[in-house]
């Protein structure tokens, strides 16, 4: 073998037998699989994004001229990924996040200037190795972490939802474009700008519903997409009214879009490949373990909501949800006056002065299966949701972090924002 190939093979096997020695050592802990697969999914491209920098900067460079990404080869990104990705996981169980940050950065420190023969440093290597860290192995640590530990959904699920554009809108292409050869980048960045632009919003706007359907995931469902962190509540709120897979058809449709925009027929094929898998293996896969967790409730939200097929009215089943809005309220009456007149489905419309003094001063909806209720422009977004599936499509955009407050601190500004309400005036409506 040659010393090439004996330093590609070690890049590898040397943190991947590290990553075993600590499993057997340590053993099987709950939902250690979900958490060393995020971490290293994360590792993987957020290391490629600091290659692509390094590669001008001249952090470091690699001496053995084996096929690599941008500089970088490729058993050296799979086992840094390994090493930062799954060995602090599988050794370091119970170690706070910051003490295992310290010796694997302690680590670096002692051993990268050992390694003449894998990587030369540079004289600011010091200074890529401080970006390697913010970047890669801190968000690796904290969403294995946290993901052992069920804690901080919300930003774990965001930072799924940031992993899964990392993989399928800049690592894949980036695969594609070592292994064929072909214009890359080149396409997209040599676009007019209008075009692009164009082609950015269109993604964006497909890429909502796989988002919103995480959120859903998170806050009613109380769980994440991954299958090893699944929603401890079967969810059928948001999209999922509207269509039994939104993640994994926003996901396809993307990629298409993103395909198309970089011109390369090989990411088309991707694409294709996700549907194929979403509607065959992931179907039955995730069938069998809803039906056994849920029983006779997914059945029958089966019956009614399809995979790859968008209903236009909303899937209903269980208690009703309620929206309260003010009647003392002028711009509130008209908005319930709207609202009344699209034939909301299971959504009763209250007078917000039936609820005790004091306790709303924003228009709030209540979903009625004992998760969280949500005020103001978050309860709008959720009204929406119940009448046909283009408004549920603007209410899931109006939810999205960063948008909600948005809107509600330029209504709260427009004299439109939280009030007390008048107790003695109340129709004690209701509408279905």
């Known amino acids: 073998m040659h010393d090439a190939d004996m330093v590609s ?7 991947l037998s590290a990553a075993v020695i600590a499993r057997v050592v340590h053993g099987p802990r709950p939902r250690q699989f979900a958490a060393c697969l995020l971490s290293f999914l994360w590792s993987v491209p957020a290391l490629l994004a600091v290659q692509i920098v390094n590669a001008s900067a001249g952090w470091w460079s690699y001496p053995i001229g084996a096929f690599g990404i941008h500089g970088m080869p490729i058993g050296c990104l799979v086992g840094w990924a390994v090493l930062w990705g799954l060995v602090p996981q599988l050794a370091f169980p119970r170690l706070g996040i910051v003490w295992v940050a310290a010796i694997m950065i302690d680590a670096d420190l002692v051993f990268m200037p050992l390694c003449g023969s894998v990587v030369r440093l540079g004289s600011q290597w010091l200074v890529g190795e401080a970006v390697a860290v913010v970047v890669v192995l801190a968000p690796a640590l904290c969403i294995a972490r946290w993901t052992y530990d069920n804690t901080h959904l919300r930003v774990r699920a965001a930072m799924q939802v940031a992993t899964s ?3 399928f809108l800049f690592l894949l292409p980036e695969i594609v474009f070592a292994l064929r050869t072909g214009s890359g980048w080149a396409p997209l960045l040599e676009e007019a700008s209008w075009r692009r632009q164009i082609g950015v919003q269109v993604l964006l706007l497909l890429a909502v519903p796989g988002v919103s359907a995480v959120m859903e995931f998170a806050e009613p469902g109380l769980g994440t997409p991954i299958p090893y962190d699944p929603p401890q509540r079967l969810v059928t709120s948001g999209m999922y009214r509207y269509c039994a897979n939104p993640m994994q058809m926003s996901c396809a449709l993307v990629m298409l879009i993103w395909a198309a925009m970089l011109r390369n027929q090989w990411l088309v094929y991707a694409a294709l490949m996700s549907a194929i898998y979403s509607a065959g293996v992931a179907r039955w896969d995730e069938g069998l373990d809803l039906a056994e967790r849920f029983g006779d409730a997914w059945k029958l939200y089966r019956m ?9 009215r909303p899937y209903h089943a269980g208690p009703e949800a309620t929206i309260y809005i003010a009647a003392s309220c002028g711009p509130c009456s ?4 709207w609202i009344e007149a699209r034939r909301p489905v299971g959504l009763l419309i209250v007078d917000a002065e039936t609820l005790p003094a004091g ?4 228009m709030r909806y209540d979903p009625g299966d004992g998760t969280a209720t949500v005020d103001g422009v978050r309860a709008m977004g959720r009204a929406l949701e119940h009448l046909n599936f283009g408004w549920a499509f603007a209410g899931a955009i109006l939810r999205l972090p960063g948008v909600w407050q948005s809107v509600q601190l330029l209504m709260d500004a427009s004299g439109l924002g939280p009030r007390e309400l008048d107790s003695t005036v109340c129709a004690g409506r209701e509408v279905r």
């Open 359 to 362: 306790s709303i001063n924003r």
């Open 165 to 167: 554009g990392m993989v």
């Open 304 to 312: 009614s909501v399809r995979d790859w097929r968008v209903r236009w």
């Open 9 to 15: 093979a070690a890049q590898v096997y040397l943190p």
């Open 334 to 337: 008209e908005v319930r006056r």
